[in-house]
Structures are given as C-alpha cells and as structure tokens.
C-alpha cells in the first residue's frame, strides 16, 4: 500500500517562489476552497506530475512554470511503501527528476523514459491511468472509468488486481517462442543441408567403391597407352634430330653470306649508278654548250666530237657493268629464297620435335599420376569418407533430437500462451471477482440513492437495469447519475485495490465532485461513504461550496491569490 505523506512545490503554475507544503495523512478528511484561480486543483496536478511526469489537467509542461518567475519550478511529492520511505523530486528549468530511497538516490538511467519506468514498475506499481481511477475523481480532465475504451478499462482493472504480470509473462513468452521458432527453422534448414551431405557422401563412397574395384585396369590401359604415344614420339624426335643441328647451322651461314653478297651487289649498283648520272651530266653538258665556262674560250668542234666520243664509250660500258650487276643480283636472290625455304623446312622440324617434346612430358606426368593412384591405398579414402558418413548421421540424430525438444517447448508455450491470454487465466481471476465488483458498485449506488442493478461482464461491457424497466446503458442517464455511477466505480476499485493491496494507497482526491451534478441528497450520501471508509485513508475535497461543506470535514485548506500568486491559507 502507498502511504502518501507530504506534498511540496514551488513555481509551479500559479505558486510562487516558496514553497508551498501539503501534508497528505494528517486528517482523516480535508476540505479544499478558495475562488476560482485561487490555485485549488494545483495540488492535484503537481501531484501527478511528481509522479508521473505529467499534470492531472490537460496543460503543457512548459506552461506548468509559473509565468512570472519563469524557472525554478519543484515539485516533490514523499511516501512509504512498506519499511521503504521514498521521495521523489521533479524540476522544470532546470530539468531535475530523482527517485530517492531512505535517503539514497536511485542511480538514474540514461534515459528519463527508463527512470520512470523504474518507478511506475517496481516501486508505485501503478501507471497514470489506474492512478486516475482510484486515487483521483475530477471534474477537470478526468475520464470515468465507463467512458474509458474496453481495453483500457481492462488494463486498469488488471493493475487493480496485480494481474497484468500475466501480460508481460505473455510478452516474454513470445519473444520465446519467437526464438524457439527461429531456432526451429535454423534447425530445418540445417537438417536439409545435413541430408544433401549424407547423399552426397553416399555417392562418394560408391564411386569410390567402383572406382576401387574397376578402375584400376582402365588406369593401367591408360599407362600403357601413354608409354606407348611417348615410344613413338621418342622415335619420331630421333629422325628429325638427326643432322639437324649441323644442317640449322650450314644453311645459317650460307644465308649470312648471300645477303652479305646481296648487300655488296647493292652497293656496288648504287655506286654505277651515280657514275652513270655523272657522265650523262658530262655528255649533256658538250652537247648543249660551245663556250668553257672556266676560261670562257670557245670550244672546237674537233676536241668537243673527241670528248663526247670518249664519255659515250665510258656511259656504254657503266650500263654494261651495271647490266650484269644485275644479272648478279637475280641470282643471289634466288639462292637467297632457295635458302630460306631450305632453313624454314628445318625450324619446322624444330618446332615438330619441340612439340614432340612437349607432348612427351605431358604424358610422362600423366603416366606418373596414374601409378600414382594405382600405388596409393584407395581403402584409406573409402574409410575416411564411411568415418564422414557416421559424422553426418549422428549430426542428423542430434539435430533431430534438438528439433524434438524444441518443438517439445514450443508446444508448452503454445498452451502457456493460450492460457495468459486475455481469455485464458486472467479472464478466470476477472471472473471470480467480478461478483464482487459488482457487489460493492450495487452496494455504493444504494448508498447514493441509486436504485438500479448496475454489471459488469468480462469484457467490462455495462448492463445496467432498473426496476420494472428495460436494460439501460451508462450512456442513458443524466449527469447527476452518471456521476453516481462513477463514484460508485471509484470506491469499488479502492476496495478492490485494498483486497489485493496492489495500488491501494491512502490518498483520496475529489475534484469539484460536489460542486457538479450531484443534488443534496446526492452530497449527503457521499459524505456519508467518506466518513465510512478506513482511518487509514486521506480524502481531500476540493470545492467551490465551502459555506455548505464548511464544518463536516476535520480540517481546512484556504487558497488565495495574491499579487498574481497562489498562497495557502490554512
């Protein structure tokens, strides 16, 4: 149970700079007045925002610091659970929220998400939901629990009655299963793998066994022809070896020496040649002219005929010459391509012999490989591969007893699953206590001079009925009785709480719930469910109507506004 003791802010919407203190387990009732803005509801929401992080109505966090001081917003809010007394403090400019035990902070999180789970899981076990359903009843951003979708009507319901443990059992469980499932597949798809090895292996075995008891004499033919193709390469390379280096080596050089003679040819053509240019210029020359250019004396007739003469002669036989060069020529170029063809049909049978050689080293490998697997134990690869083939087989019955297993465990938490569903065991806690909800809201409703038979199903779907009449839904009644119904609810879930002791707490706030649709008999009869309940329970009235509830509360807070500020007045 939450014992909630002291209440403290400042800055904190219309408060000012100092602190203004609440004590919250004083008095058994406490009823709080003051005009409108005077800074009633306040309380309310710096404690839910303590709490929760958020205020009970619907304002911003930014708005939540009081306007005129602009920083320094506190709030802190301590209580006991237990042996254990807690403290918790919330801050806005500067950011601050620290969770406190007997006097030592809770080391916070790294994230304030985390740290404030760590307070609504494991120390108020209450969210800001539930806390609205059995703490609070307001006028001002209150949701009753009839007006609530069906599923959060049931979450409220399951934090009521600690049972939302089963959810989260639920959510460990298919992230469980999820991996089981995972694993289940992995395992499936390993065991198709697995059974390709075992084929695979199967087949190499029998080819081994039939290359063991076959192949050998294919092996040996296969030798034996190899040996036989080198014999009569080896025969063929000594046909065409013979002579043929020396042979390579004489047509080598009388190759050098023709086109050595070609080249002199060449240039003994080239030097006739320009002899014969020189005389013809010689001839055109006496033939064209009649004067020396030298001396510039006339050249005769006689000595021009006895020149002309002697250079003719001369050009005659440079042609003659040359003719025959000529014919010289042709025939060393002759032999020269007689040669070369010569030399060509010997490096062809270089080429073959190389060849030859080649082929022959290839076959000697061969050869070698082939006596290579006919001297090797082919029983040692036949054992290696059966010893593989039982590796495979008991990874195959290993994996097959792990899929048992796990298919064994995925199975268990099928039916786990099934039964922490919404329809499984919590549906059957609901319904043992659904008679006793509705016993307490009928119970209340009577007290409120509510004469109706209000129920609730599993589904926390209503039916309402009155005397004599037909059924009913919350929807169909006034404000007034609706308002019954719902404080109904409110005392029903404390009761409850305090059954289970979940989210029992001492604390009661009623917001503006007098000043509402409730007519006087109305008021009366809830006042008389307030000084019913437990002594160990607080309630706080927070009201408009202090001079009609003035005197029927053990004590009184006042809040005024001065100068723009909240203050109490007690």
């Keep these: 149970m939450i014992n909630f003791n002291k209440l403290r802010y400042k800055n904190f919407l219309s408060s000012g700079n100092t602190f203004t203190e609440i004590n919250l387990n004083e008095y058994k009732t406490t009823l709080v007045v003051g005009g409108n803005g005077a800074g009633k509801s306040t309380m309310l929401d710096a404690l839910s925002f303590s709490l929760f992080g958020k205020p009970h109505r619907n304002i911003n966090k930014p708005q939540l610091v009081n306007s005129i001081n602009g920083k320094?917003?506190?709030?802190?809010?301590?209580?006991?659970?237990?042996?254990?007394?807690?403290?918790?403090?919330?801050?806005?400019?500067?950011?601050i929220f620290e969770i406190w035990k007997n006097g030592t902070m809770i080391n916070q999180s790294s994230h304030s998400k985390e740290y404030q789970k760590i307070l609504e899981s494991n120390i108020l076990k209450l969210n800001h939901k539930s806390f609205h359903q059995v703490v609070v009843l307001g006028s001002s951003s209150f949701i009753p629990f009839m007006q609530l979708s069906a599923w959060v009507r049931r979450e409220v319901?399951?934090?009521?009655?600690?049972?939302?443990?089963?959810?989260?059992?639920?959510?460990?469980?298919?992230?469980?299963?999820?991996?089981?499932?995972?694993?289940?597949?992995?395992?499936?798809?390993?065991?198709?793998?697995?059974?390709?090895?075992?084929?695979t292996q199967n087949k190499y075995i029998r080819d081994i066994t039939a290359l063991t008891n076959e192949s050998r004499n294919q092996y040996e033919l296969k030798i034996h022809a190899s040996q036989n193709l080198i014999d009569e390469l080896q025969a063929k390379n000594s046909e065409l070896s013979v002579g043929l280096d020396e042979s390579v080596s004489e047509a080598d050089e009388r190759l050098r020496s023709l086109q050595d003679r070609k080249q002199d040819l060449l240039l003994r053509s080239q030097d006739r040649q320009t002899r014969l240019s020189h005389v013809g210029k010689r001839i055109t020359f006496f033939e064209e002219n009649e004067t020396c250019p030298v001396c510039d004396q006339a050249i005769s007739d006689g000595h021009k005929h006895e020149i002309l003469q002697s250079t003719k002669e001369s050009q005659d036989r440079g042609k003659a010459a040359l003719k025959q060069?000529?014919?010289?020529?042709?025939?060393?170029?002759?032999?020269?391509?007689?040669?070369?063809?010569?030399?060509?049909?010997?490096?062809?049978?270089?080429h073959q012999l190389t060849t030859n050689s080649q082929e022959i080293s290839k076959l000697q490998r061969d050869v070698v490989e082939f006596q290579k697997f006919l001297d090797k134990e082919v029983s040692v690869d036949l054992?290696?591969?059966?010893?593989?083939?039982?590796?495979?087989?008991?990874?195959?019955?290993?994996?097959?007893?792990?899929?048992?297993?796990?298919?064994?465990?995925?199975?268990?938490?099928?039916?786990?699953?099934?039964?922490?569903?919404?329809?499984?065991?919590?549906t059957k806690i609901i319904k043992q206590y659904l008679p006793v909800m509705n016993q307490l809201i009928n119970k209340y409703l009577q007290v409120l001079d509510f004469f109706v038979h209000f129920n609730l199903d599993e589904s926390f779907q209503e039916t309402i009925r009155s005397r004599h009449r037909d059924e009913f839904t919350y929807a169909s009644f006034s404000e007034g009785e609706k308002q019954r119904i719902d404080l109904a609810l409110l005392f029903t879930w404390r009761q409850i709480a305090k059954m289970k002791n979940s989210v029992a707490t001492n604390l009661l706030v009623l917001d503006e719930t007098f000043d509402s649709s409730l007519d006087h008999e109305g008021i009366e009869n809830l006042l008389k469910i307030l000084h019913t309940l437990d002594n160990?329970?607080?309630?706080?009235?927070?009201?408009?109507?202090?001079?009609?509830?003035?005197?029927?509360?053990?004590?009184?807070?006042?809040?005024?506004?001065?100068?723009?500020?909240?203050?109490?007045v007690a």
């Design 72 to 95: 320094g917003c506190v709030v802190e809010v301590e209580f006991s659970i237990g042996q254990g007394q807690f403290k918790i403090i919330r801050g806005i400019k500067p950011q």
């Design 325 to 350: 060069i000529g014919v010289e020529g042709q025939g060393v170029e002759s032999e020269i391509k007689e040669q070369t063809s010569v030399l060509s049909t010997l490096r062809d049978r270089v």
């Design 157 to 199: 319901i399951e934090d009521l009655l600690d049972i939302n443990v089963f959810s989260k059992m639920n959510i460990l469980l298919r992230e469980k299963s999820n991996i089981l499932k995972q694993r289940l597949s992995d395992i499936e798809h390993t065991q198709e793998i697995n059974k390709t090895k075992i084929e």
């Design 383 to 426: 054992d290696k591969a059966k010893l593989e083939l039982v590796e495979h087989q008991e990874a195959k019955s290993e994996l097959l007893e792990e899929k048992l297993k796990l298919s064994e465990q995925f199975n268990y938490n099928t039916v786990i699953n099934e039964m922490l569903k919404d329809t499984g065991i919590k």
């Design 536 to 568: 160990d329970t607080n309630v706080f009235v927070i009201s408009h109507k202090g001079e009609v509830l003035d005197g029927k509360f053990n004590t009184k807070i006042e809040f005024k506004k001065e100068k723009n500020f909240s203050k109490m």
